[in-house]
């Protein structure tokens, strides 16, 4: 069983299969990337894992808890944090306040540590904030307006909050999307370096094969919502049924 168990999901948009009987397992601390063309279901799942969609059937279980039903902010309590296409961060704000904020959480009518319950004061607050900067090589730029910052640094800051949180599981949607060749390069080692820190999963969407293969463990393809194969990343490269969903033929 993996940490992420998704069984028999279906998912339509009037008269369009979004996602068709989609069984999916990603196992603990492993790096598992979702690949497939445009209008495969890659983005309609990963909203389904996160709350933002509800399948019409089947079943997302992770760690044993179902996500289904619940809302975003629920999920992000169970353990499972987000990183989007386009970096999602407070731009009139410092690098520092950033990531403060996710520390905070709403719970009985009071603010309290979301990640870590025993933190009591806004100068442990600031700390663990500066640690998870050091984490990711930003604190040089920890006063910075978090707007200023290049693509790349704002993708760190991102991962950053995310990881303030201390998640089972960290969801990257297309991480690397408009980056140079030199940011997507530090991504992929930034999130090597995450993976070996922490006893963390990660589900990747990524339409870049460089990242695909330097940092999945398993690979799922889908194709018009259906999943074609899962396997490993030596065994998907020129696979038939794969060249057949990206190019529109099978090639041997």
């Known amino acids: 069983m993996g940490i992420l168990e998704v069984k028999g999901v279906n998912k339509r948009f009037g008269g369009l299969q979004a996602l068709g009987d989609v069984n999916l397992s990603v196992k603990e601390n492993t ?20 709350g933002k969609l509800i399948p019409d059937s089947g079943s997302v279980m992770f760690d044993g808890q179902s996500v289904l039903g619940r809302k975003p902010h629920e999920i992000n309590q169970m353990g499972i944090s987000r990183v989007f296409q386009t970096p999602e961060i407070f731009s009139d704000l410092s690098v520092i306040e950033n990531v403060m904020i996710p520390c905070f959480a709403k719970r ?13 004061s806004e100068k442990d607050i600031v700390e663990m904030a500066e640690q998870m900067l050091l984490d990711v090589n930003m604190q040089d730029k920890r006063n910075m307006h978090a707007g200023s910052l290049s693509r790349g640094d704002k993708r760190r800051l991102e991962m ?3 990881l303030v949180q201390n998640p089972k599981l960290l969801l990257l949607d297309e991480p690397t999307a408009g980056m140079a060749r030199a940011d997507t390069n530090n ?6 370096e995450i993976k070996d820190k922490r006893d963390i999963t990660m589900a990747i969407i990524e339409h870049d094969m460089h990242v695909v293969f330097s940092l999945a463990e ?11 194969i899962e396997e490993t990343p030596e065994n998907i490269k020129g696979h038939p049924k794969v060249r057949e969903a990206y190019l529109g033929e099978a090639q041997v």
């Open 108 to 120: 009985d009518g009071a603010f309290r540590m979301h990640a870590i319950e025993t933190v009591e």
């Open 187 to 192: 991504t992929i080692d930034l999130l090597k």
């Open 160 to 162: 950053a909050m995310c």
């Open 31 to 50: 790096v598992h990337a979702i690949i497939g063309p445009n209008g495969a279901g890659k983005s309609t799942l990963l909203n389904c894992l996160v």
């Open 218 to 228: 398993r690979i799922t393809v889908l194709a018009q919502g259906t999943p074609l």
